[in-house]
C-alpha cells in the first residue's frame, strides 16, 4: 500500500470547490457554497459549490452539445475505449491521493479505500472498454422478403447520482458503461463525500481526454438531485441511494418526460446459518466482515444474522468477542480497524435505532455506546453493536440502519427461517451457510432477493450482475446488464424483393 497524501490534500483543500460544465470550472449561479465535513473530527474540509436548476440546465446543453457533436459521436469503438482505459490508468495513477481524499471525506480507513475502493474504481473502466466492440444486437429471423436486425444505440444524456458509501467507486460504475455505449454524462455525488469525484474530473479535464460537454458534474443535494430527475432534457436516470429519494426519483421522471430510471436503493439482508454447517468460526469470521467492514455502510450487508437455535450461543460468544477487539480511530492511523460514519445526521440516526433496539426489547450484547473513543467529542465514531432476542417484527429488524447495528434472530426450521429472511420490504441480498447441498439450492432458490451468496457471504464480480428486487431497486449494474441499462434497441426492417 502507498503512503497517504495528507499534506498534498491538505494544500489540494485550501481552495474552494466548482462545478465542472462543459470542460470548465464555474462557481455555480447562485454563488452558494456548502462545506465538506471532516467525520473523524467534525473539521470543515473544504467548501463547494451549491448547485441548482439553472446549473443543471446549464449541464443538460453542455451534455447534449457533447452528444450530437460528431467528436463524441463518431469515434470508432477502439477510440472510445482507449479513452476509457486512459481513465481506469489516471485513476491508478492517482491512486493514493484519490484514497486520501475518500477516507478523508467519508472516514473509512485509508486502508480500505485504497485496496477495496480505487482499484475497483480503476478496473471498472477496463472491464468496460473490453465491451464495447462485444456489445451489438441480433439479426433476426422475419418474413420472406425482409431483414431485420436491432442495433443499441446509447440512450443520450445521463445522469448519474450516487450516494456517499462508496463516493468515487459508485460513480464509476455508472460512468463507465454509460460512456463505453457512447452517452453523455452528468454525475452528481453525495453533499457528504464529494471530494474524490473532483478530483477525478479534475485529472480527467487536466489529461484532455474527453470532448467538452462529455462529462459534467454538479455538486449540491436536494435541489440538483430533483432538477435532474425533472429535466425534460435528461434521457436516463441512475440513481444509487436509499428508497425513500429513489422513490422520489421515479416519481420526477414519470411526471416530467418518462426518462429511464434504474435505481439501486437499500436493503435489510438476511445471513442463514444452519446448524450443519462444520465450521462455525470460520462462518462468523467471514459474516462479521461482511457486516462491518467499511463501517458497516454497505448497502448489500448481512444487517440480520438467522441462527439456528442449537448454534445460537455458541454464535453469540464468538460475535460479542470479535465485536469488542474492534479498534475504532483515525481512519489514517494502520491500527484503526473502523473508521467514522459518514455525516453527523447518520451518526444521530444510528444512535437513535439503538435506543430503539432497547425500548423494542431486544438485548444490546454489545457496543451502543461510545465511550473509550479518543474522537468522541468531534468525531462520529459507534463501534460494533450487536443485539440479540431480536423479533423479525422489530423496527431495528425491519428498517435500513444502514449502520454498525447487527440483529441476531434465532430459528428452529428451514421453513422458518426463509419466511423471516423473505419477511422484509427490501430484496437487495441474502447469504446462508449449509453444508447439505440440496438445501442450498433449495433455500437460495426461495430467497427474495437479487443476490444470494452460498457459504460465502459478500461476493462481487464486474461481470456479475448487481441490484436488488422489491424495494431495493429497478434495474442491474455490472456485466452485460449495465450496458442494456444505458442503451436502447432499435429494431430495423429493410425489404429486399
Ligand atoms: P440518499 O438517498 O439520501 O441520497 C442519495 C443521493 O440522492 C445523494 O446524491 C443525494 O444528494 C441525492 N438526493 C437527495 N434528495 C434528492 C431528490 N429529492 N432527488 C434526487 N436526488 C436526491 O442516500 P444516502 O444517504 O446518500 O446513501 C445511503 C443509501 O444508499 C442507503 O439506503 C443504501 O442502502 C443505499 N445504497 C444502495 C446501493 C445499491 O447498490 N443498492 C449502494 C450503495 C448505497
Known sequence: MQPHQLDWA????KNPKQLYINGE????????????INPSNGEILTELAVAGEPDVSLAVRAARGAFQHSEWRELTRRQRANKLIEIGALIRKHHAELATLESLDNGKTYSESFNDDLPESADVFDYYAGWIDKYYGDSVPVEKGFINFTENPPLGVCALIVPWNFPLLLACWKIAPA????????????????????RLF????????????????????????????RHMGIDKISFT???????????????????????????????????????????????FTAMF???????????RFLIQESIYDRAVAFLIRKAKSVVLGDPFDPKTQQGAQAHKEHYKKILNYIELGKKEGATLLVGGET????????????GPTIFGDVKNSMRIAQEEIFGPVLCLIKFKTEEEAIH????????????????????????????????????????????SPFGGCKQSGWGKEMGRHSLSEYTKVKSVWIRYS
Not at 10 to 13: A, G, T, V
Open 10 to 13: 491538505m494544500r489540494w483543500l
Open 25 to 36: 470550472w464555474l462557481p455555480g449561479i447562485s454563488k452558494k457554497t456548502f462545506s465538506s
Open 179 to 198: 460512456l463505453a455505449t457512447g452517452n453523455t454524462v452528468i454525475v452528481k455525488p453525495s453533499p457528504f463525500t464529494s471530494l474524490s469525484l473532483v
Open 202 to 229: 479534475e485529472i480527467i479535464n487536466e489529461a484532455k481526454i474527453l470532448p467538452k460537454g462529455v462529462l459534467n458534474l454538479v455538486t449540491g443535494d436536494l435541489e440538483a438531485g430533483e432538477a435532474l430527475s
Open 241 to 287: 441511494g436509499s428508497t425513500a429519494i429513489g422513490k422520489k426519483v421515479a416519481e420526477g421522471a414519470s411526471t416530467s418526460n418518462l426518462k429511464r430510471v434504474s435505481l439501486e436503493l437499500g436493503g435489510k439482508s438476511p445471513n442463514i446459518i444452519f446448524e450443519d454447517v462444520k465450521d462455525l468460526d470460520s462462518i462468523l469470521e467471514r459474516s
Open 293 to 303: 467492514s467499511h463501517k458497516a455502510e454497505k448497502c448489500t450487508e448481512p444487517t
Open 371 to 382: 465511550e473509550n473513543n479518543p474522537f468522541l467529542s468531534k468525531g462520529f465514531f459507534i
Open 420 to 463: 423471516i429472511a423473505n419477511d422484509t420490504p427490501y430484496g437487495l441480498a441474502a447469504g446462508l451457510y449449509c453444508d447439505d447441498a440440496k438445501r442450498a439450492h433449495r433455500v437460495a432458490n426461495r430467497l427474495e432477493a437479487g443476490m444470494v451468496f452460498v457459504n460465502h457471504y459478500g461476493c462481487y464480480d464486474f461481470a
